[in-house]
């Protein structure tokens, strides 16, 4: 159940359309009609998603599933199911899948550690530091 009232408007419909012209589709997902409560915020982050999630020097497929580890991380039920789907619609199989679950988790436990242990950042690996290994 959704915390917010969405909008119909002229700007928010304008935006909805370009929502599905972009995607080439007619369906509009639950987080956009839900985002249209605040038409600034819909307006900036649709915005930024054309931008951001278009193909770039980084391919699409990858930019969905670093939005899946993300989303993972973040324990965010809905991202990690739009952008699962996402990255299957774009190419990514059972098995691209599995092993993307596995370098989350991973990360997840290396991350933990390097944390409680509080790990100082190796000289070699800090840009900031002038001197380097």
């Not at 159940?1 to 369906?27: A, C, F, G, H, P």
């Not at 670093?66 to 774009?90: D, G």
Request: aromatic residues 8%; contains cysteine.
């Amino acid at each position: 159940m959704t915390t917010v009232e969405n909008n119909k408007n002229e700007k928010v419909e304008i935006i909805l359309n370009d929502i599905k012209k972009t995607r080439k589709s007619d369906y509009i997902n639950n987080f956009w009609m839900n985002l249209s409560h605040n038409e600034k915020q819909l307006e900036q982050t649709w915005s930024q998603v054309k931008e951001v999630m278009s193909e770039g020097k980084i391919p699409y497929l990858y930019k969905e599933m670093i939005y899946v580890a993300v989303s993972i991380m973040n324990n965010c039920n809905y991202c990690i199911h739009t952008h699962t789907f996402a990255a299957r619609k774009a190419g990514m199989t059972d098995e691209v899948y599995a092993e993307l679950m596995e370098v989350i988790l991973l990360a997840n436990k290396t991350n933990a550690l390097a944390t409680a242990m509080g790990c100082e950042v190796d000289k070699k690996f800090d840009i900031s530091s002038k001197e380097k290994n």
